[in-house]
């Protein structure tokens, strides 16, 4: 095994060291990638409010996962070095891999990352489609049970300089080797962003999301019809649309082809889904008046108001407040788990990235390591050269930043109507100083780059250092106070 590790490239060895990668293979943690919820958001540069490419993501799983977040540098990579998947694949590493900095669990790399790279591409994010495909499409494409796993989505966005490469190579990964893992992945740059699925083992579909619109994803097949002739905005598999018709997953006569109702659908009678994309579209185009008892959603949406990172923050932390579907109802009777932002959310963020900056003041990673309400999105700039330790990947810091929001979720959760209060609006302020001051931060940090770049990375670093702080002070109080009321209650 030693022998086999050695040849690993460097920054992937160190990850695999880390941790354990599970995203494929059971283990005796009971970790299930079938169980997998997540919800993802991904708006083009004409739908936000000041041209940004804006992305978001709750990465819900069993809810006691650490998350923490990693920077590591570019790399120049030896011949003989290669790439281990956890089912056993080795793949050629290629001659240099970009720098990325990465938000993820502890536990695993291989999908449940969100991360940018030095170029400003960035990974969105993912979901898992396991259980929605259908019968049909199991029995015709079935999973690579020796391809490639989540593990993939990094690899491409490590290779690439745009999104529509990452999106092309995540594609040829699958076509070469067969994937192990069929799922719903993003991709966004300053110019485009796009989406792809995957039907199985070797079947996959990518569109480029509208600029003037968004994308909601709720953990069920999303692409609807699509034109494989269209090479501006469709992506497809070798032969797709044949190998659907010849398996009976498509049937010409009856109407155009369509991913979603080819290769999904298993849980779409299922509100569990279908109900967080409409309360995505609900928040964002209200006047659309999308009707939540319907199972099928357009794939794309304009929102009524341009979009801003503030809002995102708000459709990340909503669990339909104020409606029938509200998950903590003043009568204590939860109506279903709660639609977005659930407690077993163990990270969120949004990243937004803007064209004519450089990378290091253009992307930013917007983290929170807990269920959004419990928790402030701190503003992570690319170019920080190091991660605030209570957020970074150290064996010292050992996720603090992490176990002190959960421990807010904990306490929080007992009585969430009467602890709301304490918590959220508190966590709010702190952003909304954060994004009043970003276009000053920003400025000095554009005047110290065009003197001296490194001067600018030292600068943002000591901002997000000293917020980083503060977060943590902050959280500290909350947790006090929380306890304390709690203890007044017994």
């Not at 990235?353 to 450089?358: D, K, N, V, W, Y």
Request: glycine fraction near 8%.
């Amino acid at each position: 095994m030693r022998k086999r590790l050695k040849v690993l490239s460097a920054s992937l060895l160190l990850l695999s060291l880390i941790i354990p990668l599970t995203v494929f293979l059971q283990t005796d943690s009971g970790y299930d990638p079938s169980n997998i919820e997540c919800y993802m958001i991904l708006a083009g540069k004409d739908a936000s409010a000041d041209g940004s490419v804006l992305v978001a993501h709750n990465l819900e799983l069993s809810g006691t996962e650490i998350s923490m977040i990693g920077k590591y540098p570019g790399k120049k990579h030896r011949p003989n070095d290669r790439i281990l998947f956890e089912t056993g694949l080795q793949i050629p590493e290629v001659d240099e891999t970009y720098g990325w900095m990465v938000l993820r669990i502890s536990r695993s790399l291989s999908s449940n990352a969100v991360a940018i790279n030095e170029h400003q591409v960035a990974l969105a994010g993912g979901v898992n489609l396991m259980r929605d495909r259908n019968l049909k499409a199991k029995e015709a494409d079935p999973v690579a049970r020796k391809g490639v796993t989540g593990l993939a989505r990094n690899v491409a966005l490590v290779r690439s300089r745009s999104a529509r490469e990452s999106i092309e190579i995540l594609g040829e990964l699958y076509n070469r080797y067969g994937n192990a893992y069929p799922c719903g992945v993003g991709y966004a740059d300053t110019d485009e962003v796009w989406y792809i699925e995957s039907g199985g083992g070797r079947t996959w579909a990518a569109v480029r999301i509208p600029d003037d619109s968004y994308f909601v994803q709720g953990n069920g097949y999303r692409i609807d019809v699509i034109d494989p002739g269209d090479k501006e905005n469709v992506l497809v598999s070798p032969g797709l649309l044949e190998f659907a018709e010849e398996n009976g997953l498509w049937d010409p006569g009856k109407g155009p082809f369509s991913f979603r109702k080819a290769f999904g659908g298993a849980t779409r009678r299922s509100y569990g889904n279908a109900r967080r994309e409409w309360r995505g579209i609900d928040l964002l185009s209200p006047l659309t008046n999308p009707d939540a008892t319907k199972y099928e959603f357009p794939m794309f949406s304009k929102p009524d108001k341009n979009l801003t990172v503030e809002m995102l923050f708000s459709v990340l932390r909503d669990h339909c407040a104020g409606t029938p579907y509200d998950s903590y109802p003043k009568n204590g009777k939860i109506y279903s788990r709660p639609v977005i932002c659930s407690p077993r959310v163990i990270h969120t963020n949004v990243i937004q990235l803007r064209p004519g900056l450089p990378p290091n003041i253009g992307g930013i990673l917007w983290a929170g390591l807990s269920t959004p309400i419990t928790t402030a999105y701190l503003p992570l700039y690319y170019g920080v050269k190091k991660i605030p330790k209570e957020y970074s990947i150290s064996a010292r810091s050992g996720g603090a930043a992490h176990h002190i929001f959960k421990d807010i979720s904990v306490e929080l959760l007992k009585n969430y109507n009467d602890n709301a209060e304490m918590v959220i609006p508190k966590f709010m302020s702190l952003e909304n100083e954060w994004l009043k001051s970003q276009a000053s931060i920003e400025r000095e940090a554009i005047k110290l780059y065009l003197k001296d770049p490194e001067s600018s990375r030292r600068f943002l670093t000591d901002y997000v250092e000293k917020q980083s702080d503060r977060t943590i002070k902050l959280a500290g109080g909350i947790l006090e106070d929380l306890r304390n009321k709690a203890d007044r209650k017994k």
